[in-house]
């Protein structure tokens, strides 16, 4: 991981390539680092990190969704890097809200991203604009509702105990 | 097995010579009528249909998850293995196969497959459901995971267990022999006796 | 028509040449080779537009085994995700539940003691060796060379045996928790692991005696399926995948967890990446796996198994008798369970198939927000196409089979 001052640096350099507002804040949590950026401008800061020599970010792991549900915005998508010469790992934030869940692709930089952002669009609703095939992937498709949000239900049976096996419906009614 | 049979007489040399000659052709008469009859076993083709049918079952090559990979060390290792019963022939085909062991969760996504994959095979077939999560759910009680596959298609013996021990399967197989004999053991019915009391659907 | 009538059959066949179905022809044909298909390693479904032979383009359609692990994870306790955790890459078992231990512990701040690091470490190489036994298993019987998959399932039975005398079951097992692993080796477990060590060092011979010089497995194998590492990388493929294609990227070396900078072992590279050296570099993988587990029997230090922090691990059943605070902490934390600082962390571990990683998301609860699981699988599909493109559709099938997906962790 970049310490504390490393992320900061970091953080610096791409306000100053991308533009002031794309960051949004840094974390650094138990030797985690975690950059925020705006949604409008994850492409061009991942680009940035891929292709500045200064940085060495170049291998792209995992792109998730996370639902941080009580607070706004909702929708987290989470890039996490690799850089292979510095064995180091970055990773960039953006939230968005459910009501405009659009974030650019990066599946041109990183062809990787392909069945990671359908991953996030199948679990969560996050439209990535640009993707080529942007089609549920693990759900089937006609299925309705992103299952991974907080607010959707588990889903399955209730289990049969004694003190409720009266009351739920068996097979046979 | 009902069989009715008388026994052949004579010491091992004695019947060896007389089925020698009697599988060349070479006794007449009384001799042959004796020989023959001392080798007969009767019982009704039913039986022996069934019997025929326990003993080379073919099952279907089909592994969803975690119990397939116990499924392929009971069909493929030395140590348990389903060739002692003539049940190693895996078709993959469900044209030719008639024992289909449900091993694996069984997501929503695949559930029509395999119903599609049941009407395929040809009758009389059976359907092992191996493992908890093809049982009832198992651990995953929730929206990806059909709650069991017999909410879509008819089990013969579930075999519990997350994954079952090879051996369990191979238990589970045993039952299926003797329910496809026409007697499956009643289990603790019998212990208890508690005959009269199962439910039929 | 009379006339071609009577000119004598081979003559007639001799002059029908397959020359004007050549190049030119354009006929694309696509097929399903469906998600029951014995070649393909679990519920995979491939969209496949042929030409003749030849594969032209393929698509996978995943999710048929998809069980929503990662939803259910958010409503059990941390200890009690670590069996759904462990079911989803469902042949290496304990490195899904290392990721996530890893992780937890990144959160909690806790340290591992040093037996119980180095107890992981021979289970691990343990999962590894039985892993790849399983794939060389099944590729083989893929490929054709069906000795292989007795061999194979025959050997395993002898790891998993290892891991019933230590965990109790042979497979998924939780025996690695949060803070270290839930009890120590019995005795004779040792002794048990270095007969295992002897015949898997007269067996990995045997087996690349059987395969390594047939020629019908070589030109099987040799000069197919070859993607560039640069592509590899592109597509984020890790693993054996990427160190046959030359690039030598392995966890264990780059970033160190859980004591492996102790040990001395090599990492098998290949040169070309084609599926002969994806062959070759996990059986060299599976002979490191032996030196590892060697020195870490060699050198198991003495202390605890699990960590001594009561608010993570419970105490032992003998404290339980004459402490009251060791009974409060039972029951807490096997009521509740213990609570995590709100942060969340992304750990990664080097499983047999690649960069396996675990992001957990904390809340301040005893449940976590979010667990998912980056599984090599899922990664490593996304590079097939550009395996198979252009080759015969037995090639084809070769290259799955050196791919090693695991369906469980693509689909969680």
């Known amino acids: ?173 | 097995m009902e069989v009715t049979r008388t026994k052949v007489e004579g010491d091992l040399r004695v019947r060896q010579l007389k089925a020698q000659q009697l599988l060349r052709g070479e006794l007449e008469g009384e001799d042959l009528e004796r020989e023959v009859e001392q080798r007969l076993l009767f019982t009704r083709f039913e039986v022996a249909q069934n019997w025929a049918r326990k003993n080379a079952l073919f099952p279907l090559g089909f592994g969803l998850a975690c119990c397939a990979i116990e499924m392929i060390t009971v069909i493929g290792s030395p140590r348990n293995d389903l060739s002692r019963f003539g049940a190693e022939v895996t078709r993959f085909s469900p044209r030719q196969a008639d024992l289909l062991i449900l091993s694996g969760r069984v997501s929503i996504k695949m559930a029509p497959i395999i119903r599609r994959l049941y009407d395929q095979m040809l009758e009389p077939k059976w359907v092992i459901a191996m493992g908890a999560c093809s049982s009832t759910a198992g651990m995953f009680n929730n929206y990806a995971v059909v709650q069991g596959a017999d909410k879509f298609m008819p089990v013969d013996v579930y075999v519990p267990g997350c994954p079952p021990r090879p051996e369990a399967l191979i238990y589970g197989i045993m039952k299926l022999q003797d329910k496809i004999m026409g007697n499956p053991g009643m289990g603790w019915r019998e212990r208890y006796r508690a005959e009269g009391t199962e439910e039929i659907a | 028509m009379t006339e071609a009538l009577d000119v004598p059959y081979r003559e007639r066949e001799r002059s029908v040449t397959m020359q004007s179905i050549g190049e030119e022809h354009d006929e694309l044909l696509t097929i399903n080779i469906g998600p029951h298909h014995p070649a393909t390693h679990g519920v995979l479904r491939l969209l496949t537009t042929l030409e003749g032979e030849i594969v032209r383009d393929v698509k996978p359609i995943i999710g048929y085994v998809h069980t929503g692990i990662e939803k259910s994870c958010e409503d059990q306790q941390y200890w009690k995700v670590i069996p759904f955790v462990e079911r989803m890459d469902y042949l290496s078992y304990y490195f899904n539940a290392m990721a996530f231990c890893m992780a937890v512990e990144r959160l909690l701040d806790e340290e591992v003691p040093e037996r119980a690091q180095w107890l992981r470490v021979i289970h691990l190489e343990l999962n590894r060796i039985a892993s790849h036994l399983f794939w060389i298993a099944t590729g083989s019987l893929d490929i054709g060379a069906i000795t292989m998959l007795w061999w194979g399932c025959r050997d395993r039975d002898l790891a998993l045996d290892l891991f019933e005398m230590s965990g109790g079951q042979r497979f998924h097992t939780r025996y690695f928790q949060v803070g270290g692993v839930v009890e120590d080796i019995p005795p004779g477990f040792e002794e048990m692991t270095r007969r295992f060590i002897k015949t898997m060092r007269v067996r990995i011979p045997q087996y690349l005696s059987l395969l390594d010089r047939n020629e019908i497995w070589l030109q099987r194998t040799k000069g197919t399926g070859i993607v560039p590492a640069e592509d590899l990388l592109a597509f984020g493929v890790t693993g054996p995948l990427l160190r046959a294609a030359g690039h030598p990227w392995d966890l264990r070396k780059a970033t160190p967890y859980s004591g492996y900078e102790n040990f001395d072992f090599n990492v098998p590279v290949g040169t070309v990446g084609d599926n002969y050296d994806r062959f070759r570099v996990r059986v060299d993988e599976m002979l490191e796996s032996l030196k590892i587990i060697e020195q870490a029997l060699d050198g198991l230090p003495e202390g605890p198994y699990i960590t001594t922090n009561r608010k993570v691990a419970l105490p032992p059943r003998h404290e339980l008798a004459t402490s009251m605070e060791a009974l409060i902490h039972h029951f807490k934390l096997v009521t509740e369970g213990f609570r995590v600082p709100p942060g969340e962390t992304y750990a990664a571990v080097e499983s047999p198939r690649g960069e396996l990683g675990c992001y957990v998301l904390a809340d301040g609860s005893a449940k976590p927000a979010r667990v998912h699981v980056r599984d090599p699988s899922f990664v490593n599909l996304q590079a097939l196409p550009e395996m198979a493109r252009g080759h015969l559709l037995a090639d084809f099938i070769t290259c799955i089979a050196m791919l090693d997906p695991i369906l469980g962790g693509v689909d969680r």
Do not use: C
């Open chain 1, 1 to 173: 991981m970049p310490d504390a001052t490393g992320l900061e640096l970091i953080a610096q350099r791409v306000r100053e390539k991308v533009g002031d507002e794309a960051v949004t804040g840094t974390v650094f949590h138990r030797r985690h680092a975690t950059l925020d950026v705006a949604p409008p401008s994850v492409r061009d800061v991942l680009a940035h990190l891929r292709d500045d020599e200064g940085e060495p970010w170049d291998q792209l792991m995992s792109v998730h969704g996370v639902d941080y549900l009580p607070e706004e915005p909702r929708l987290g998508i989470h890039y996490e890097l690799l850089s292979m010469e510095r064995a180091d790992r970055l990773n960039v934030r953006t939230r968005v809200s459910t009501e405009e869940p659009h974030v650019p692709t990066v599946v041109d930089l990183y062809p990787t991203a392909d069945f990671h952002e359908r991953e996030v669009f199948d679990m969560f609703g996050v439209v990535f604009d640009g993707h080529p095939d942007m089609r549920r992937i693990l759900m089937p498709e006609d299925y309705e509702g992103y299952p991974q949000r907080r607010d959707f239900p588990m889903g399955g049976e209730p289990v049969i105990y004694t003190f409720n096996e009266p009351k739920l419906p068996r097979w046979y009614d």
